[in-house]
């Protein structure tokens, strides 16, 4: 047991979990629980309208991850202050950061960004924003108006990436490719906005190995969070029609808690960890049915970490 103590006191994190997890790194500044509002401004995606590409990415239905409280039809803060009266009764929590998630949320003009980013820093008890959006949806004048407000506030940008294969890319239409990545990552670091990425592991004509070298090509990439999660077939899109039709394999929960654990070995400890398992709704679930909420399959990772004596970066090679 002192043995363990030693090496817990070692994480780089500064703290017990076996992974740099989000929660714990929130709480470590803030001193609190900090709970993400999620609000849905109406926005779309290039690869939508036809921009790009039309349709959008072949497994993409919003539905499957928005929150009962988030319509479109609502002002920003009618959104925000019933998500965050939902969320003191549930969590406690009583400061906030405000989650623009649906579609590309820095897919229109500066002037209609400012009104929408503005108004909701407005309302009391948020601190900061988390902006999800594609690389191609970002341009010099936008990061520079994000660097103003990341001057005061919490801001986070969260770009999209999926996969670092250009093939993959194209599979799944998302009408950018890997260097669209690179190129808003770089023109987004180093000015006090926090960078999120976002990563999908389980498309079927991938590999386990390019899914490993994934945390070795991210280590090095100047980025705050991770977020990851399973491949999921929902229903109204372009991937449960193809799942339909021909049935194609997919991850079993052990499968991918094994591929977790080799890939945050692997991963660079500084990076932090905001999701590696995602659930969707069951009335939008067609495939896989793990039966486990995504709680269960922490306390599963938390058990497998601490049995084979592993942890994030273990074998990191750039340490």
């Excluded at 090496?7 to 997890?21: I, M």
């Excluded at 009391?124 to 103003?148: F, H, M, N, S, W």
């Amino acid at each position: 047991m002192a043995a363990m103590q030693k090496r817990q006191q070692t994480f780089p994190w500064g703290h017990a979990k076996r992974y740099n997890s989000f929660s714990q790194y929130q709480r470590k500044i803030y001193g609190e629980r900090v709970q993400k509002v999620s609000v849905d401004a109406g926005f779309t995606c290039p690869n939508r309208d036809g921009t790009v590409a039309s349709g959008g990415c072949i497994y993409c239905n919003n539905e499957s991850f928005n929150p009962g409280y988030n319509d479109a039809g609502k002002s920003i803060t009618r959104q925000i202050e019933e998500g965050i009266e939902f969320l003191k009764r549930r969590y406690k929590a009583r400061k906030f950061i405000v989650y623009f998630q649906p579609y590309s949320n820095t897919y229109a003009s500066l002037d209609t960004l400012k009104r929408y980013y503005e108004e909701a820093l407005s309302v009391p008890d948020v601190i900061g924003l988390t902006i999800g959006t594609r690389p191609d949806c970002v341009d010099e004048a936008k990061i520079a108006y994000l660097q103003q407000l990341a001057a005061t506030c919490d801001i986070t940008v969260e770009y999209g990436l999926e996969s670092i294969s250009d093939t993959t890319l194209k599979k799944v239409n998302r009408g950018h490719n890997v260097q669209a990545y690179l190129d808003a990552l770089y023109m987004t670091a180093n000015r006090g906005i926090k960078i999120c990425t976002h990563m999908i592991f389980g498309f079927p004509w991938e590999s386990p190995d390019l899914w490993l070298q994934t945390a070795e090509w991210l280590s090095d990439k100047p980025f705050d969070f991770l977020k990851i999660h399973q491949l999921h077939v929902v229903k109204e899109t372009a991937l449960a029609r193809m799942y339909q039709k021909n049935p194609f394999p997919l991850l079993g929960y052990q499968d991918y808690m094994d591929l977790i654990i080799s890939f945050l070995e692997k991963l660079n400890p500084q990076i932090v960890i905001q999701r590696l398992f995602g659930e969707a709704p069951p009335r939008t679930l067609l495939a896989p049915h793990w039966n486990l909420r995504n709680t269960e399959l922490l306390q599963i990772l938390d058990q497998k970490l601490e049995e084979r004596d592993t942890w994030q970066g273990k074998h990191y090679a750039g340490r």
